[in-house]
């Protein structure tokens, strides 16, 4: 049987200053700095274990690869068990690992508000009438793409080729209810007469079917083998293909119904039938014709649309559930993801209206539409450009698509709690919870360990290599009875 | 607001006549219209002023 589909999500934000000089590095910084300053000791990042070279294909790239992130660049752990850094040029935040999709939205909801609040915390520190304002995108239309990458835990006995060929279909498909739609394209040659509108931020930037890159021929599946868990039991799938959501139910369904596809791959009951002749033409051919009537071409020759796919998938899902169940991805959520699984592709497919507060595409569309409708305008109109951007700002007072009517899974209440407290059904509890009480002690903190200084010789690392160990359910009564860290040390070693 | 919508598809009914779809989708199709045009008025007031620059201006270079 399929494992839990532990899962997460991290997203990079785009970044500009307004109203001074200041280059996105600095800026990043500045931005995170604002924030962990003012809420919490700073707990460092620990990059004992990161291989960003090894590649799940079987070899690794020891010398090519420099490590992905500068050690003198901010990178906190938070108490909800997130990771806030600079990425490259970007703030990135990566969710806490999360047991169903649900949970990722919540997260993810809680990350926003957390670049939110650095956004205020930042401009009162500047004080000279500057702004650094952010953007939950992944394109700034001029052939510059950054990620918003999606993780799930997968069983190592999993063959690797399987997953390849078997989740391509989805990666390239899944779009349609997933992609957050953008102006014009940023193929080189390619017009804004010929494409005034495609469904995805990043189809553009996938060259490769299968590949280590993230920045530059980017592969549709990423081969990065680096479990950050125990790598014998363990895969991560580290998954680069996706648009960052502004919606909710769109950023659950892009999740929940990953999860459920990866569950059905574990469990070969997915089968080769909707493997796809020419992935990356045909993610480009669905993401340019939002019309959703373009058909691509499955290796064994059949055409199908990208709606057509995309229902074959849900039907094998339906069967996998009658067969397996599906506590992996979480029986209360799977119910509802299936049911919302199908109504999105009803929708698309009859009434697209009927979905526009679930899809960012449709109601980014519809916003883009309008505009040029009422003031006359042409495909490449800078104001059309800058409604694409601010559907994405991350202030209050520009954001589009808070004002879209995106239906919302989350209440406010429950988004800013996430900001501070861990999930409680993975080992994100654990590392928050010990942020939490016992921050002078950790030296140093990352996904599968934690590294305490309780005053005596030498340092000590409590491994967690197991994702669904350190739940509240197994450790909070530790937490209950423990008052210091060298308590909760001894317990451990008990 | 989804009361509302419930209401609109259930008028049609009440008239127990083999109608077709245009009685329901008209006042839809209007409130939907009357939506967006609220929405575009708001988009007039936050829209950048000065789209040209702030499209321009937004370059994001490294990543991932």
């Known amino acids: ?494 | 607001m989804a009361e509302h919508t419930q209401k609109q598809k259930q008028a049609p009914s009440r008239t127990e006549e083999t109608i077709d779809d245009a009685p329901v989708g008209a006042p839809q199709a209007e409130k939907l219209k009357a939506e967006l045009d609220d929405l575009l008025d708001e988009i007039d007031e936050v829209l950048e002023s000065n789209a040209e620059d702030f499209v321009k201006s937004y370059v994001q270079k490294g990543g991932e």
Request: charged content about 25%.
């Open chain 1, 1 to 494: 049987m399929a494992i839990a589909k532990v899962c997460g999500i991290e997203t990079e934000y785009g970044i500009q200053v307004r109203g001074a000089e200041s280059n996105p590095v600095a800026a990043s910084s500045a931005l995170i700095n604002a924030y962990v300053s003012g809420t919490l000791r700073n707990v460092d990042w620990d990059f004992e274990h990161e291989r960003p070279g090894a590649d799940a294909r079987g070899f690794s790239y020891p010398d090519s690869f420099a490590p992905e992130i500068e050690m003198q660049l901010v990178n906190a752990v938070l108490t909800n068990g997130a990771r806030y850094y600079v990425d490259h040029a970007h703030p990135e935040v990566s969710t806490p690992e999360c047991l169903t999709a649900l949970e990722v939205v919540r997260f993810d909801r809680a990350a926003e508000e957390i670049v939110r609040a650095s956004m205020t915390a930042a401009k009162r520190l500047l004080n000279d009438g500057s702004e650094i304002v952010t953007y939950k995108n992944n394109s700034d239309g001029k052939g510059n793409s950054y990620g918003c990458h999606e993780n799930y835990l997968v069983d190592r006995a999993t063959p690797f080729a399987r997953i390849v060929s078997q989740v391509t279909p989805h990666f390239v498909s899944r779009q349609v209810f997933c992609g957050a739609g953008k102006v014009g394209s940023e193929l080189a040659g390619t017009s804004s007469r010929a494409v005034p509108y495609q469904i995805s931020q990043r189809a553009d930037f996938f060259e490769e079917e299968v590949g280590l890159e993230t920045t530059l021929k980017r592969p549709i599946v990423n081969t990065r083998d680096e479990p950050h868990c125990d790598p014998q039991k363990y895969r991560r799938l580290h998954v680069i293909v996706g648009d960052a959501n502004m919606s909710e139910v769109a950023t659950y369904l892009k999740v929940g119904t990953t999860a459920i596809v990866l569950a059905m791959i574990e469990d070969d009951m997915i089968g080769s039938e909707l493997t796809l002749a020419n992935p990356v033409s045909a993610i480009r051919q669905i993401s340019q014709d939002p019309s959703l009537t373009t058909t691509i071409a499955l290796r064994d020759g059949t055409r199908l649309t990208a709606i057509e796919l995309q229902w074959a998938l849900l039907a094998r899902a339906r069967k996998y559930e009658r067969s397996h169940g599906l506590a992996c991805v979480g029986d209360d959520v799977a119910v509802d993801l299936l049911a919302r699984w199908e109504t999105v592709l009803a929708g698309l497919e009859t009434d697209r209206n009927s979905v526009a507060h679930w899809v960012d595409w449709v109601a980014k569309q519809r916003l883009i539409d309008g505009f040029a409708h009422r003031h006359q305008l042409n495909p490449g109109d800078a104001r059309l450009k800058a409604i694409d951007l601010q559907y994405h700002d991350m202030r209050a007072d520009r954001c589009l698509a808070t004002r879209a009517g995106l239906e919302t899974l989350i209440s406010e209440h429950d988004a800013r709690t996430a900001m501070t407290e861990p999930p409680e059904t993975t080992r994100a509890y654990f590392r928050g919870k010990c942020l939490q009480r016992w921050p002078a002690e950790i030296v140093a903190a990352n996904w599968d360990s934690m590294v305490f200084d309780v005053g005596r010789e030498p340092l000590r690392r409590v491994p967690m290599l197991e994702p669904l160990r350190g739940t509240a359910e197994l450790t909070g009564a530790l937490f209950d009875e423990c008052t210091t860290a060298a308590e909760l040390l001894a317990r451990l070693d008990a």
